[in-house]
């Protein structure tokens, strides 16, 4: 028998997000949206809530709640929907944070998780998209070389969140000739280290909070102990993992914002008289909506439920993402199209949410779970 049952610790971090994102996150969202950045006082506010100090252990000055990838995308879709874009920002941290405690190694948990334990916000991020029509991690062309007592890393990263702004950034590399995924591995890189150049993209159609940068890697010199995980460095399928069950979990809260933003609308809105929710097309259009948030969401739970039995979910990671993004971009473009014509007004935010999901298909990997 599968279940998916939250604790009530689980319940309340979920409601308590829920509040947070309608209360701050969805009344900000265009604002956000046009001004391609975060209000300061939005993340603050979230990072106050110990969202990125929340499962580091308390011998490292965290909040010591366990490790859960049921709990992160529980989070996630509380986040996304309000607003995908801020929820993914506000949530940035955990692209490095989460990676480090799975797999880092005792000194570097030591070295680097309190510096996301104090009062002080600070951004971190992860480097893993490159110059591809399809991206495949396993066929990544960023090179880690070992050099004398370290390594040096050359490459160019496209769509890095918040990369203008990280004071933390893990880079995946191909550090071996191992085939496919097994020789890239990931490297803690300081972004402001010397080789390292980082510009703002010239911009994205969606997501735009998120403040994507392009980072150059022009032979940085790394130490030894740069390489995340012990001896040749860490098997990267578990961030792979999370990170695709964080981003589809943020594609489902968009998904039920959508719905959930359309169901009142048809209800109330009356053509050749009566509320178009009677009409036949319309009220299988929204049944669908609704049916389909419920399948996207029981995938992301099976994947992170089996994340955290240790369960190799790679396989299972892939499809839920897959499924999610595909759906999230069929609800957005329903929505839109049950508001007609308004649905292209940006006075609403239809059009922004199907940017948002659009965004979602081509990176994904926003936050970890």
């Given at each position: 028998?599968?279940?998916f049952?939250?604790?009530?610790?689980q319940?309340?971090?979920r409601?308590?997000l829920?509040?947070?994102?309608?209360?701050?996150?969805?009344?900000?969202?265009?604002?956000?949206?046009?001004?391609?950045?975060?209000?300061?006082?939005?993340?603050?506010?979230?990072?106050?809530?110990?969202?990125?100090?929340?499962?580091?252990?308390?011998?490292?000055?965290?909040?010591?709640?366990?490790?859960?990838?049921?709990?992160g995308?529980?989070?996630?879709?509380?986040?996304g929907s309000?607003?995908?874009?801020?929820?993914?920002?506000?949530?940035?941290?955990?692209?490095?944070?989460?990676?480090?405690?799975?797999?880092?190694t005792?000194?570097?948990?030591?070295?680097?998780?309190?510096?996301?334990?104090?009062?002080?916000?600070?951004?971190?991020?992860?480097?893993?998209?490159?110059?591809?029509?399809?991206?495949?991690?396993?066929?990544i062309?960023?090179?880690a070389?070992?050099?004398?007592?370290?390594?040096?890393?050359?490459?160019?990263?496209?769509?890095?969140?918040?990369?203008?702004?990280?004071?933390?950034?893990?880079?995946?590399?191909?550090?071996?000739?191992?085939?496919?995924?097994?020789?890239?591995k990931?490297?803690?890189?300081?972004?402001?280290?010397?080789?390292?150049?980082?510009?703002?993209?010239?911009?994205?159609?969606?997501?735009?909070?998120?403040?994507?940068?392009?980072v150059?890697?022009?032979?940085?010199?790394?130490?030894?102990?740069?390489?995340?995980?012990?001896?040749?460095?860490?098997?990267?399928?578990?961030?792979?993992?999370?990170?695709?069950?964080?981003?589809?979990?943020l594609?489902?809260?968009?998904?039920?914002?959508?719905?959930?933003?359309?169901?009142?609308?048809a209800?109330?809105?009356?053509?050749?008289?009566?509320?178009?929710?009677?009409?036949?097309?319309?009220?299988?259009?929204?049944?669908d909506?609704?049916?389909?948030?419920?399948?996207?969401?029981?995938?992301?739970?099976?994947?992170?439920?089996a994340?955290?039995?240790?369960?190799?979910?790679?396989?299972?990671?892939?499809?839920?993402?897959?499924?999610?993004?595909?759906?999230?971009?069929?609800?957005?473009?329903?929505?839109?199209?049950?508001?007609?014509?308004?649905?292209?007004i940006?006075?609403l935010?239809?059009?922004?949410?199907?940017?948002?999901?659009?965004?979602?298909?081509?990176?994904?990997?926003?936050?970890?779970?």
């Amino acid at each position: 028998m599968i279940s998916f049952d939250v604790t009530d610790e689980q319940r309340q971090i979920r409601d308590m997000l829920l509040a947070f994102s309608n209360k701050e996150l969805a009344p900000r969202a265009r604002r956000a949206d046009e001004a391609c950045a975060a209000p300061a006082d939005v993340l603050d506010e979230a990072w106050s809530l110990g969202l990125a100090s929340l499962a580091i252990p308390e011998a490292y000055g965290g909040g010591g709640a366990p490790r859960s990838a049921l709990t992160g995308a529980l989070m996630l879709e509380a986040m996304g929907s309000g607003c995908a874009g801020l929820g993914g920002t506000a949530v940035a941290s955990s692209l490095f944070v989460n990676p480090l405690i799975d797999l880092g190694t005792e000194e570097q948990r030591k070295r680097d998780l309190p510096k996301f334990c104090g009062s002080q916000r600070r951004v971190a991020t992860l480097a893993l998209h490159e110059d591809a029509l399809a991206f495949d991690p396993s066929r990544i062309v960023t090179r880690a070389e070992p050099d004398q007592d370290g390594w040096r890393i050359t490459g160019v990263k496209r769509l890095v969140p918040l990369g203008e702004q990280a004071e933390d950034m893990l880079v995946l590399a191909r550090a071996s000739d191992a085939p496919g995924i097994d020789g890239i591995k990931a490297f803690i890189v300081p972004p402001r280290a010397p080789g390292v150049t980082i510009a703002r993209e010239s911009g994205t159609i969606g997501l735009t909070p998120m403040g994507f940068a392009r980072v150059e890697l022009a032979g940085v010199p790394l130490p030894a102990d740069a390489i995340l995980g012990e001896g040749g460095g860490a098997d990267i399928r578990p961030l792979l993992a999370s990170l695709r069950i964080g981003g589809a979990a943020l594609a489902v809260g968009l998904a039920r914002a959508v719905t959930d933003f359309a169901i009142p609308y048809a209800r109330e809105r009356v053509a050749f008289g009566e509320p178009i929710a009677k009409k036949q097309s319309i009220a299988f259009t929204l049944a669908d909506m609704h049916i389909e948030c419920d399948a996207m969401r029981w995938l992301v739970w099976k994947a992170a439920a089996a994340f955290d039995r240790g369960v190799d979910v790679s396989k299972t990671a892939v499809l839920a993402q897959n499924y999610v993004n595909r759906r999230a971009i069929r609800i957005a473009d329903d929505g839109l199209q049950i508001f007609g014509g308004h649905g292209y007004i940006r006075d609403l935010p239809l059009e922004m949410w199907l940017r948002n999901a659009r965004m979602l298909t081509i990176h994904g990997a926003l936050a970890a779970a």
